[in-house]
């Protein structure tokens, strides 16, 4: 995760004093690290690393049953293609039961904004009164358009745009990786042409290489 250093603090304290709340709502840009942000909790939640302020550790079974996809309790949806209130009614009866195999079930819904309507009161419901083995993380570039309803039950985390800098350091640890040559005036360029979005300097490094 880059950039995001203020955010990263403060969930690392939550976790490492078992402070972690229920739902969260983590808005801003596009490609800032809100997804990948919102995985990592659900690793550090889950994790069994006996010192709190070393998860998620990345090797217990668990953080790898979540790495390669093969845990069911870790659930991402795409609310741009499930915002309607029949798909919200089966999240709301499906989060009733307890998890298979983590402590934790963890729901990451990407693009929360586009919950509207009736399906956005029903998922108020489940926010209102969430399961204790349950939580939520809401991702949204637009969090203007989400219920004031459904923010206020959420811890926010507002991610800012990353500095040309930051992304340069990253870009030359994944060329080094891939074993491809690039200048330092290049990695700064494909910086300032991402605007801020890692994930954008990622396809421009790719393209190029």
């Known amino acids: 995760l ?14 490492r004093l078992d402070r972690v709340g229920h739902a969260y709502l983590f808005s801003g840009p596009r490609g800032t690290g809100k997804t990948t942000t919102a995985r990592l909790l659900a690793k550090a939640v889950n994790c069994l ?9 990345n090797v217990c079974a668990n953080c790898v049953a979540i790495n390669t996809g ?45 919950i509207t309507g009736a399906a956005a009161n029903a998922f108020l419901k489940t926010l209102e009164e969430p399961p204790a083995h349950s939580r939520f993380i809401l991702a949204t570039t637009d969090p203007e358009e989400l219920l004031p309803t459904i923010v206020s039950h959420c811890q926010r985390f507002e991610f800012r745009r990353i500095s040309a800098d930051d992304m340069a350091r990253r ?15 290049a990695l700064l360029l494909i910086g300032r042409h991402a605007t801020g979005s890692l994930r954008d300097a990622l396809g421009l490094l790719e393209r190029l290489a």
């Open 2 to 15: 880059v950039g995001q250093g203020h955010i990263v603090r403060t969930l690392q304290n939550a976790v």
């Open 49 to 57: 690393a006996d010192d709190p302020s070393q998860r998620p550790c």
């Open 70 to 114: 093969a845990s069911p309790d870790v659930i991402e949806i795409d609310a741009a293609s499930n915002r309607g209130i029949d798909d919200t009614r089966d999240l709301r009866d499906k989060v009733r039961y307890a998890p298979t195999q983590l402590p934790s079930k963890v729901y990451i819904i990407d693009e929360a904004h586009q």
């Open 171 to 185: 870009l030359r640890t994944v060329a080094d990786e891939e074993q491809f040559q690039v200048s330092e005036d």
